[in-house]
Structures are given as structure tokens and as C-alpha cells.
């Protein structure tokens, strides 16, 4: 009689055959083992790679956008209180983080340190506005405070970096976009492989797997070991990406760091960076190997 | 034990292979499947443990309704039913006791379980010297009894056996007989499709005719019958 619900717990003793058993294959087909743990590799190598720069070029965008400033350039016709009194109201502006004051006369000299000395005619009478540099505490409020700014008495031109900004933001976009559909692609291919190795180690156990059933296996019992073989894949063609990208990110950053001291362009830090980025790619290892032979058990395994 | 109710099994190619068939075998039986080739003897035996399904019918295995039987609890059927087959299905690369023991590793017996109930069946089968011994180093008899083994190592209630001596010499087929009297007298019952007049008209036992897709004999010790 079948009334009995039998229960479906793997014991810990056929979980241990079931990874026996995938070990064993992975052996028994080497060159298909080799080639997809190969492919896996290369595909995860470049995902990695990939990850990399697009972290840190968006670590770049960050900081960029983080340096936005705005500047407010008092109407050159107002008196030294009426532009401290701009200053203040500009301090007093929700979100505002710092307002830094610069005098007609600097920044007459900052233009030209930057266009030349044919401006220095200008010393005589200065036709610029004294300045006011105003950050804010989320650059995300830039354009909101800027436009407020524009609104108060004295101010006479409000000028922020959008355009800088937002072609940044193109750039890394489309560079995202292309690098996603080539690693699709990548990954598509790996898997291909894995459920092709997978479909190898099928066809060789066939009789194996009939007399299984016909003794009463489950269907999962047919099935674990080669799920398990697919995640072996997926784990072995990890490894040496996982390797090479943490010590080369290691040594970069090592190299690298102490030169860009007090630039806007920083490395992102090794210790979460690069655990975060292993754990990545041992998950899409993971992932391409279980879908890889997950695809080919339910085709060529009619359990 | 075995009970079909008007079952009828047209496979994709329009070939029905069962057309209304109905027969009930009592527990601890021996009966023989015969009939010409292509008559649906091996659908008949195929569909006691759901190797085929019936397209419309009962058939019921110790109180299991195959019709209705979800494909997840198939393996529990199969646990209950013991297959032997004429090319003995045995994995070359396992030993004698490892073919054996095999059959119960996978539907997950204990490793003492395994040891006890394999040597014990293989005593009964007489392999207890060989047991070490690889597939290809022994006859076909023998290998044939291997398979038997398997087959009964889990204590199944039925034992189904399709041309169990189709490739043997008479001798040995003798020989797989009587391991197949032994296994019955123990209370195990036996269906079994074979060719072999002389078997049939010796060892005396319900006798089925298939034909054509139905039954069209059904005798308490009858002898092989008709011609073919």
C-alpha cells in the first residue's frame, strides 16, 4: 500500500553519493569538463573585468557630481553689505551645504591665470561681480537650488556644471548597455556548454539512469548529481577568474592609490570591493552551471 | 493483486495494442504471457509498471490505481514491482554484488540493510562465489540470475519477467525456471511473457493468450497452444 507519505528529506548519506557520483563524471568526460569550466572562465574573467571598471568609473560619476558646485556671481553694481547680505540669504537656503566667498578682484586673477595676462587691462576697472561658491549637501538638489539662488535680489548670474554632469552619464550608459549585451552573450555561450557537457553524461549513463527508475529512484535522486555536476562546472570555472581579478585589483589599487592622493579620481577600496565582487562572480558561476544542466535534464532526462 | 478493467491502449502510430482487456491475477499466482509478437504482450506487461500508460481503463497494482497515479509516485510503484528483462540490463561496469546492491542504493536503503538483503539474495540465486566477478565474466545464465537478484533483493510483490530466457540455452532456461518456482513458492507473484513451448507445457501454470490485443485464452495449467 502506498498511503504512507513517504518523506522526501535527503538523507546527508545520499547527498554524499550524489556529489561522489558528479566528481565522477566530471572525470569521466575531461574534455567537455575542460572546455566548459574553460568557457565559464573566460566568460567570467571579462564579466569581472567589466564589473571593475564600470564600479569604478561610476565611482568617478559619483565623485564628479558630488564636486558640482554652483556659482552665483553678485551683481557687479551691488555694494559690499548687499552682497554679504546675499551671502547670508544664500547660506540660509534649504539644502545648502558650504557658500564660499570670493572678491571681484580674485576672481578677476583666477581668469587670467586661466586666459592670460591681456586681461589684466581689466585691473584698472573691474567689470566682474564678487562670487559666491555654493555646494550643496545632495547634488541631486543642485539644479533646485541653483534656480532659487536666480530668484534673490543681487544675484545677477547662477552658473552650475549640468552639461558636464549628464554627458558623463551618457557615456557611462551606453558603455554599460554594450558591455551587458556582449555579456549576455558570454554567458549564453557558457551555458551552452554546460548543458552540452551535461547531455553527454546523460546519454553515457542512459542505461545507468533506466535501470535507476526501474528499481524505484525518485526522480530527484536521478536527477541531484547532475544539477550537482553543472554547479561543479560553474564553481571550478569561477575559481581562476575569482583569483586573478582580486589579486590584480589588489595590486592595482596598491600601486595606484598613493598617486591619486587629492585627485577626483579614486580607486573604490579593496576590502568590501573585492569581496563583494567575488561573491558575484562565484554566484554567477553558480548560477550559469545550474541553469546549464538544468536545461539539458529537463530535455534529455524524462524522469 | 493485478486487476486490469477494459483497458485500451492506442499508441501516436494508431496501432492499439490493447483492445478491452480484462483479467484479474490473485497474489502469489504464476502466470504466462503468450502470444505471437506484435500481439501486445509487451504492452500488456509494460503497462503493469507504468513503462507504458493505458489511453482508457483501470489497472490497479496492490490497490494502486495506475490511471490515476501522479508520475511523482511512480517510483514507489516500481518499488513494489520487480522487472526482469531478456538482455538482463546489467551496468558492466559494477560487480555481481554491486548490480545487486545497486538497486537498493538508489532508492536509499542503509548500508547494513544493503549488506544483509544482498548476500542474502544472492545465496539464493547461487552467485555467492561470484560475487566479486564483472558481468562479462559470466554466462548468460548467470548474468541472468544477477538480474533476478535484483529484481527480488527489495521484496517486491510481483515479480514481472518479460522473455526472461529468450537468450539462454534450454538448459540454462531450465535452470532460470526453477530459480523463478523458488522465488513464486515463497509467496511472489509471477507474470511473465515467454516463446518457450516446451517451459510452458512443463511447468505447469495459468496460461494467458494475447492476441490481437485482447485476451483471447485464459486456462488454469494450460499448455502453450497455438501455433507460432
Given at each position: 500500500?502506498?498511503?504512507?507519505?513517504?518523506?522526501?528529506?535527503?538523507?546527508?548519506?545520499?547527498?554524499?553519493?550524489?556529489?561522489?557520483?558528479?566528481?565522477?563524471?566530471?572525470?569521466?568526460?575531461?574534455?567537455?569538463?575542460?572546455?566548459?569550466?574553460?568557457a565559464v572562465?573566460v566568460?567570467?574573467?571579462?564579466?569581472?573585468?567589466?564589473?571593475?571598471?564600470?564600479?569604478?568609473l561610476?565611482?568617478?560619476?559619483?565623485?564628479i557630481?558630488?564636486?558640482?558646485e554652483?556659482?552665483?556671481?553678485?551683481?557687479p553694481?551691488?555694494?559690499?553689505?548687499?552682497?554679504k547680505?546675499?551671502?547670508?540669504?544664500?547660506?540660509a537656503t534649504?539644502?545648502?551645504?558650504?557658500?564660499?566667498?570670493?572678491?571681484?578682484?580674485?576672481?578677476?586673477?583666477?581668469?587670467?591665470?586661466?586666459?592670460?595676462?591681456?586681461?589684466?587691462?581689466?585691473?584698472?576697472?573691474n567689470?566682474?561681480?564678487d562670487?559666491?561658491?555654493?555646494?550643496?549637501?545632495?547634488?541631486?538638489?543642485?539644479?533646485?537650488?541653483?534656480?532659487?539662488?536666480?530668484?534673490?535680489?543681487?544675484?545677477y548670474?547662477?552658473?552650475?556644471?549640468?552639461?558636464?554632469?549628464?554627458?558623463?552619464?551618457?557615456?557611462?550608459?551606453a558603455?554599460?548597455?554594450?558591455?551587458?549585451v556582449?555579456?549576455?552573450?558570454?554567458?549564453f555561450?557558457?551555458m551552452?556548454?554546460?548543458?552540452?557537457?551535461?547531455?553527454i553524461?546523460?546519454?553515457?549513463r542512459?542505461?545507468?539512469?533506466?535501470?535507476?527508475?526501474?528499481?524505484?529512484?525518485t526522480n530527484?535522486?536521478?536527477r541531484?548529481?547532475?544539477l550537482?555536476?553543472?554547479i561543479?562546472?560553474?564553481?571550478?570555472?569561477?575559481?581562476i577568474?575569482?583569483?586573478?581579478?582580486?589579486?590584480?585589483?589588489?595590486?592595482?589599487y596598491?600601486?595606484?592609490?598613493?598617486?591619486?592622493?587629492?585627485?577626483?579620481?579614486?580607486?573604490?577600496?579593496?576590502?568590501?570591493?573585492?569581496?563583494q565582487?567575488?561573491?558575484?562572480?562565484?554566484?554567477?558561476?553558480?548560477?550559469?552551471?545550474?541553469?546549464?544542466?538544468?536545461?539539458?535534464v529537463?530535455?534529455?532526462?524524462?524522469? | 493483486?493485478?486487476?486490469?478493467?477494459?483497458?485500451?491502449?492506442?499508441?501516436?502510430n494508431?496501432?492499439?495494442?490493447?483492445?478491452?482487456?480484462?483479467?484479474?491475477i490473485?497474489?502469489?499466482?504464476?502466470?504466462?504471457v503468450?502470444?505471437?509478437?506484435?500481439?501486445?504482450?509487451?504492452?500488456?506487461?509494460?503497462?503493469?509498471?507504468?513503462?507504458?500508460?493505458?489511453t482508457?481503463?483501470?489497472?490497479?497494482?496492490?490497490?494502486?490505481?495506475?490511471?490515476?497515479?501522479?508520475?511523482?509516485?511512480v517510483?514507489?510503484l516500481?518499488?513494489?514491482i520487480?522487472?526482469?528483462?531478456?538482455?538482463?540490463?546489467?551496468l558492466?561496469?559494477l560487480?555481481?554484488?554491486?548490480?545487486?546492491?545497486?538497486?537498493?542504493?538508489?532508492?536509499?536503503?542503509?548500508p547494513s540493510?544493503?549488506?544483509k538483503?544482498v548476500?542474502?539474495?544472492?545465496?539464493?540465486?547461487?552467485?555467492?562465489?561470484?560475487?566479486?566477478?564483472?558481468?562479462?565474466e559470466?554466462?548468460?545464465?548467470?548474468?541472468?540470475?544477477?538480474?533476478?537478484?535484483r529484481?527480488?533483493?527489495?521484496?517486491?510483490?510481483?515479480?514481472?519477467?518479460?522473455?526472461?530466457?529468450?537468450?539462454?540455452?534450454?538448459?540454462?532456461?531450465?535452470?532460470?525456471?526453477?530459480?523463478?518456482?523458488?522465488?513464486?513458492?515463497?509467496?511472489?507473484?509471477?507474470?511473465?511473457?515467454?516463446?518457450?513451448?516446451e517451459?510452458?507445457?512443463?511447468m505447469?501454470?495459468?496460461?494467458?493468450v494475447?492476441?490481437?490485443?485482447?485476451?483471447?485464452?485464459?486456462?488454469y495449467?494450460g499448455?502453450?497452444?497455438?501455433e507460432?
Open positions: 500500500m502506498m498511503n504512507t507519505e513517504v518523506i522526501t528529506v535527503m538523507k546527508a548519506r545520499t547527498f554524499g553519493r550524489h556529489i561522489r557520483e558528479s566528481l565522477k563524471s566530471l572525470r569521466r568526460n575531461s574534455w567537455m569538463t575542460f572546455a566548459s569550466v574553460s572562465t566568460t567570467l574573467l571579462l564579466v569581472g573585468v567589466f564589473i571593475v571598471i564600470m564600479m569604478n561610476n565611482q568617478l560619476a559619483d565623485s557630481e558630488n564636486d558640482v554652483i556659482k552665483v556671481v553678485a551683481d553694481a551691488a555694494d559690499e553689505a548687499a552682497v547680505e546675499l551671502q547670508k540669504k544664500v547660506s534649504a539644502g545648502v551645504l558650504e557658500v564660499v566667498y570670493a572678491s571681484r578682484d580674485e576672481e578677476l586673477d583666477k581668469m587670467i591665470q586661466s586666459f592670460g595676462d591681456e586681461l589684466s587691462l581689466y585691473k584698472q576697472s567689470p566682474l561681480g562670487a559666491l561658491y555654493v555646494k550643496a549637501q545632495d547634488p541631486q538638489q543642485t539644479a533646485a537650488i541653483a534656480n532659487k539662488i536666480n530668484t534673490y535680489d543681487y544675484t548670474e547662477v552658473v552650475y556644471g549640468e552639461d558636464k554632469v549628464e554627458k558623463l552619464f551618457k557615456v557611462l550608459n558603455s554599460r548597455n554594450v558591455g551587458l556582449l555579456i549576455l552573450a558570454l554567458l555561450t557558457a551552452f556548454l554546460i548543458s552540452n557537457t551535461i547531455r553524461t546523460i546519454v553515457a542512459r542505461k545507468e539512469i533506466e535501470i535507476m527508475k526501474l528499481v524505484g529512484a530527484n535522486f536521478v541531484v548529481p547532475f550537482l555536476e553543472g561543479w562546472l560553474g564553481i571550478l570555472g569561477a575559481a577568474p575569482m583569483l586573478l581579478i582580486s589579486i590584480s585589483y589588489y595590486n592595482l596598491e600601486y595606484w592609490e598613493p598617486k591619486l592622493k587629492g585627485e577626483l579620481f579614486q580607486l573604490l577600496n579593496t576590502t568590501p570591493f573585492i569581496l565582487l567575488n561573491g558575484l562572480i562565484l554566484f554567477m558561476g553558480i548560477f550559469i552551471g545550474v541553469w546549464g544542466s538544468f536545461m539539458s529537463r530535455k534529455f532526462l524524462k524522469v | 493483486m493485478i486487476v486490469m478493467k477494459n483497458v485500451y491502449k492506442k499508441y501516436p494508431g496501432v492499439v495494442a490493447a483492445n478491452g482487456i480484462n483479467i484479474e490473485n497474489r502469489g499466482e504464476f502466470v504466462y503468450v502470444g505471437p509478437s506484435g500481439a501486445g504482450k509487451s504492452t500488456f506487461i509494460k503497462m503493469m509498471y507504468r513503462e507504458e500508460t493505458s482508457s481503463g483501470d489497472i490497479i497494482i496492490n490497490g494502486i490505481n495506475l490511471a490515476t497515479l501522479r508520475n511523482k509516485r517510483p514507489y516500481r518499488r513494489q520487480g522487472v526482469v528483462f531478456q538482455d538482463f540490463k546489467l558492466p561496469k560487480n555481481v554484488y554491486e548490480n545487486v546492491a545497486f538497486a537498493l542504493e538508489v532508492i536509499e536503503e542503509s540493510q544493503i549488506r538483503k548476500n542474502d539474495v544472492l545465496a539464493l540465486v547461487g552467485l555467492t562465489q561470484k560475487a566479486r566477478m564483472f558481468p562479462t559470466l554466462s548468460g545464465g548467470e548474468q541472468q540470475r544477477v538480474s533476478i537478484a529484481s527480488i533483493v527489495n521484496v517486491p510483490k510481483v515479480v514481472i519477467a518479460d522473455e526472461p530466457t529468450g537468450n539462454l540455452d534450454p538448459e540454462t532456461s531450465w535452470e532460470i525456471m526453477r530459480i523463478f518456482e523458488q522465488i513464486n513458492a515463497r509467496g511472489t507473484t509471477i507474470v511473465m511473457a515467454t516463446h518457450n513451448r517451459i510452458v507445457n512443463t505447469r501454470h495459468r496460461v494467458i494475447v492476441e490481437g490485443g485482447l485476451i483471447t485464452r485464459d486456462e495449467g499448455d502453450y497452444g497455438y507460432g
